[in-house]
T-cell receptor, first 111, second 115 residues
Protein backbone atom coordinates (compact mmCIF):
# COMPACT_ATOMS: atom_id res chain seq x y z
CA UNK A 1 0.00 0.00 0.00
CA UNK A 2 1.19 3.50 -0.72
CA UNK A 3 -0.80 4.89 2.13
CA UNK A 4 1.18 6.83 4.69
CA UNK A 5 0.97 6.40 8.40
CA UNK A 6 0.83 9.18 10.93
CA UNK A 7 2.25 8.98 14.38
CA UNK A 8 0.91 9.42 16.97
CA UNK A 9 -2.68 8.46 16.27
CA UNK A 10 -3.83 10.91 18.91
CA UNK A 11 -2.15 13.83 20.66
CA UNK A 12 -3.42 16.00 23.49
CA UNK A 13 -1.58 19.15 24.52
CA UNK A 14 -2.14 22.40 26.41
CA UNK A 15 -2.75 25.61 24.55
CA UNK A 16 0.52 27.37 23.85
CA UNK A 17 2.54 24.18 23.56
CA UNK A 18 4.00 22.90 20.31
CA UNK A 19 2.53 19.87 18.53
CA UNK A 20 4.58 17.54 16.38
CA UNK A 21 3.09 14.94 14.09
CA UNK A 22 5.02 12.47 11.98
CA UNK A 23 4.27 10.74 8.71
CA UNK A 24 6.00 7.76 7.20
CA UNK A 25 5.46 6.46 3.69
CA UNK A 26 6.71 3.60 1.57
CA UNK A 27 7.29 4.71 -2.02
CA UNK A 28 9.19 7.52 -3.69
CA UNK A 29 7.29 10.77 -3.99
CA UNK A 30 7.02 13.88 -6.10
CA UNK A 31 5.55 15.87 -3.24
CA UNK A 32 3.94 15.45 0.17
CA UNK A 33 1.03 17.48 1.46
CA UNK A 34 -0.53 18.05 4.86
CA UNK A 35 -4.25 18.57 5.35
CA UNK A 36 -6.45 19.38 8.32
CA UNK A 37 -9.96 18.09 8.92
CA UNK A 38 -12.29 19.52 11.50
CA UNK A 39 -14.94 17.16 12.77
CA UNK A 40 -17.68 16.67 10.21
CA UNK A 41 -16.03 18.83 7.59
CA UNK A 42 -13.97 18.43 4.45
CA UNK A 43 -10.20 18.47 4.40
CA UNK A 44 -8.33 21.74 4.12
CA UNK A 45 -4.92 21.96 2.51
CA UNK A 46 -2.20 23.30 4.81
CA UNK A 47 1.14 23.00 3.07
CA UNK A 48 2.91 21.21 0.22
CA UNK A 49 6.56 20.20 0.22
CA UNK A 50 8.30 18.89 -2.87
CA UNK A 51 10.75 16.03 -2.92
CA UNK A 52 13.71 18.36 -3.47
CA UNK A 53 12.81 20.48 -0.45
CA UNK A 54 13.78 19.70 3.12
CA UNK A 55 11.86 22.25 5.13
CA UNK A 56 9.01 24.63 4.60
CA UNK A 57 7.24 27.19 6.78
CA UNK A 58 3.78 28.69 6.69
CA UNK A 59 2.78 30.86 9.62
CA UNK A 60 2.88 28.67 12.73
CA UNK A 61 3.42 25.55 10.64
CA UNK A 62 6.77 23.98 9.92
CA UNK A 63 7.10 20.91 7.73
CA UNK A 64 10.20 18.83 7.21
CA UNK A 65 10.82 16.11 4.68
CA UNK A 66 13.47 13.40 4.78
CA UNK A 67 13.23 11.40 1.56
CA UNK A 68 16.02 9.05 2.63
CA UNK A 69 13.93 7.99 5.61
CA UNK A 70 10.65 8.37 3.76
CA UNK A 71 9.27 10.52 6.52
CA UNK A 72 7.85 13.97 7.16
CA UNK A 73 6.91 15.92 10.23
CA UNK A 74 4.44 18.71 10.86
CA UNK A 75 5.13 21.09 13.71
CA UNK A 76 2.48 23.49 14.95
CA UNK A 77 3.97 26.11 17.23
CA UNK A 78 2.13 27.98 19.98
CA UNK A 79 -0.96 25.83 19.55
CA UNK A 80 -4.47 27.23 19.97
CA UNK A 81 -7.74 25.56 20.86
CA UNK A 82 -8.83 26.22 17.26
CA UNK A 83 -6.04 23.90 16.06
CA UNK A 84 -8.02 20.96 17.42
CA UNK A 85 -8.61 18.74 14.39
CA UNK A 86 -7.33 15.66 12.58
CA UNK A 87 -4.19 16.12 10.52
CA UNK A 88 -3.40 13.98 7.48
CA UNK A 89 -0.34 13.62 5.34
CA UNK A 90 -0.82 12.75 1.68
CA UNK A 91 1.82 11.58 -0.76
CA UNK A 92 1.86 12.22 -4.49
CA UNK A 93 4.12 9.56 -6.06
CA UNK A 94 4.54 11.06 -9.51
CA UNK A 95 3.17 14.59 -9.58
CA UNK A 96 -0.07 13.46 -11.18
CA UNK A 97 -1.93 14.77 -8.14
CA UNK A 98 -3.16 11.29 -7.27
CA UNK A 99 -2.86 11.54 -3.49
CA UNK A 100 -2.55 8.72 -0.99
CA UNK A 101 -3.70 9.82 2.43
CA UNK A 102 -2.38 8.59 5.74
CA UNK A 103 -4.41 7.44 8.69
CA UNK A 104 -4.34 10.80 10.45
CA UNK A 105 -3.39 12.22 13.84
CA UNK A 106 -6.17 13.47 16.06
CA UNK A 107 -4.90 16.62 17.82
CA UNK A 108 -6.69 18.04 20.84
CA UNK A 109 -5.55 21.39 22.20
CA UNK A 110 -6.82 22.04 25.69
CA UNK A 111 -7.58 25.69 26.49
CA UNK B 1 -15.61 31.62 -4.86
CA UNK B 2 -18.17 29.16 -3.48
CA UNK B 3 -15.69 26.32 -3.25
CA UNK B 4 -16.49 22.73 -4.11
CA UNK B 5 -20.21 22.09 -3.79
CA UNK B 6 -21.63 18.69 -2.96
CA UNK B 7 -25.20 17.53 -2.72
CA UNK B 8 -26.94 16.17 -0.87
CA UNK B 9 -25.15 16.74 2.42
CA UNK B 10 -26.91 13.80 4.01
CA UNK B 11 -28.55 10.79 2.40
CA UNK B 12 -30.34 7.97 4.13
CA UNK B 13 -31.54 5.16 1.93
CA UNK B 14 -32.53 1.54 2.13
CA UNK B 15 -30.42 -1.32 0.90
CA UNK B 16 -30.95 -1.98 -2.78
CA UNK B 17 -31.82 1.59 -3.68
CA UNK B 18 -29.88 3.69 -6.16
CA UNK B 19 -27.89 6.59 -4.72
CA UNK B 20 -26.54 9.51 -6.73
CA UNK B 21 -24.07 11.95 -5.25
CA UNK B 22 -23.32 15.21 -7.01
CA UNK B 23 -20.35 17.51 -7.16
CA UNK B 24 -19.62 20.90 -8.66
CA UNK B 25 -15.87 21.63 -8.71
CA UNK B 26 -14.26 25.03 -8.40
CA UNK B 27 -14.46 26.92 -11.66
CA UNK B 28 -11.20 26.67 -13.60
CA UNK B 29 -10.06 23.46 -11.95
CA UNK B 30 -9.41 20.63 -14.39
CA UNK B 31 -9.05 17.68 -12.01
CA UNK B 32 -11.77 16.14 -9.89
CA UNK B 33 -11.49 13.43 -7.27
CA UNK B 34 -14.00 11.27 -5.43
CA UNK B 35 -12.99 9.92 -2.00
CA UNK B 36 -14.69 7.77 0.60
CA UNK B 37 -13.96 8.09 4.31
CA UNK B 38 -14.78 5.52 6.97
CA UNK B 39 -13.42 4.88 10.43
CA UNK B 40 -12.17 1.46 9.40
CA UNK B 41 -10.47 2.29 6.11
CA UNK B 42 -9.70 5.99 6.43
CA UNK B 43 -9.75 8.17 3.33
CA UNK B 44 -9.74 6.22 0.07
CA UNK B 45 -9.49 7.58 -3.45
CA UNK B 46 -12.25 6.08 -5.57
CA UNK B 47 -11.71 7.72 -8.94
CA UNK B 48 -10.28 10.86 -10.44
CA UNK B 49 -10.86 12.78 -13.65
CA UNK B 50 -8.56 15.04 -15.58
CA UNK B 51 -10.18 17.35 -18.14
CA UNK B 52 -13.42 15.38 -17.69
CA UNK B 53 -11.76 12.06 -18.59
CA UNK B 54 -11.54 9.28 -15.99
CA UNK B 55 -7.84 8.64 -15.38
CA UNK B 56 -7.79 6.07 -12.60
CA UNK B 57 -10.81 4.20 -11.30
CA UNK B 58 -8.89 1.42 -9.60
CA UNK B 59 -10.23 2.55 -6.25
CA UNK B 60 -13.84 1.96 -7.21
CA UNK B 61 -14.76 -0.96 -4.98
CA UNK B 62 -17.22 -2.78 -7.18
CA UNK B 63 -19.21 -2.56 -10.37
CA UNK B 64 -22.03 -1.18 -8.29
CA UNK B 65 -20.10 2.10 -8.26
CA UNK B 66 -19.91 4.34 -11.29
CA UNK B 67 -18.84 7.94 -11.84
CA UNK B 68 -19.32 10.39 -14.64
CA UNK B 69 -18.14 13.85 -15.49
CA UNK B 70 -20.19 15.09 -18.45
CA UNK B 71 -18.65 18.56 -18.33
CA UNK B 72 -16.11 20.61 -16.45
CA UNK B 73 -18.60 21.82 -13.86
CA UNK B 74 -20.41 18.68 -12.81
CA UNK B 75 -19.73 15.12 -11.71
CA UNK B 76 -21.81 12.31 -10.25
CA UNK B 77 -21.00 9.22 -8.24
CA UNK B 78 -23.67 6.56 -8.43
CA UNK B 79 -24.14 3.44 -6.34
CA UNK B 80 -26.59 0.89 -7.65
CA UNK B 81 -27.69 -1.12 -5.75
CA UNK B 82 -26.57 0.32 -2.45
CA UNK B 83 -25.55 -1.87 0.49
CA UNK B 84 -25.10 -1.10 4.22
CA UNK B 85 -21.30 -1.38 3.87
CA UNK B 86 -21.40 1.60 1.51
CA UNK B 87 -22.26 3.81 4.48
CA UNK B 88 -19.52 6.44 4.66
CA UNK B 89 -18.76 10.07 4.03
CA UNK B 90 -18.08 10.72 0.36
CA UNK B 91 -15.92 13.69 -0.54
CA UNK B 92 -15.40 15.37 -3.83
CA UNK B 93 -12.26 17.44 -4.36
CA UNK B 94 -10.96 19.51 -7.25
CA UNK B 95 -7.63 20.97 -8.21
CA UNK B 96 -5.82 22.63 -11.03
CA UNK B 97 -3.25 20.31 -12.52
CA UNK B 98 -0.50 21.85 -14.58
CA UNK B 99 0.37 24.76 -12.37
CA UNK B 100 2.99 24.98 -9.67
CA UNK B 101 0.63 24.08 -6.84
CA UNK B 102 -1.24 20.84 -6.64
CA UNK B 103 -3.36 21.26 -3.53
CA UNK B 104 -6.80 19.77 -3.63
CA UNK B 105 -9.88 21.63 -2.47
CA UNK B 106 -12.42 19.45 -0.73
CA UNK B 107 -16.15 19.79 -0.60
CA UNK B 108 -18.09 19.41 2.66
CA UNK B 109 -18.89 15.78 1.93
CA UNK B 110 -22.05 13.71 1.66
CA UNK B 111 -22.79 11.48 4.63
CA UNK B 112 -24.44 8.35 3.25
CA UNK B 113 -26.28 5.92 5.47
CA UNK B 114 -27.62 2.71 3.93
CA UNK B 115 -29.99 0.78 6.17
Amino acid sequence: SQQGEEDPQALSIQEGENATMNCSYKTSINNLQWYRQNSGRGLVHLILIRSNEREKHSGRLRVTLDTSKKSSSLLITASRAADTASYFCATDPDGANNLFFGTGTRLTVIP
Amino acid sequence: DAGVIQSPRHEVTEMGQEVTLRCKPISGHNSLFWYRQTMMRGLELLIYFNNNVPIDDSGMPEDRFSAKMPNASFSTLKIQPSEPRDSAVYFCASSFSGGVSYEQYFGPGTRLTVT
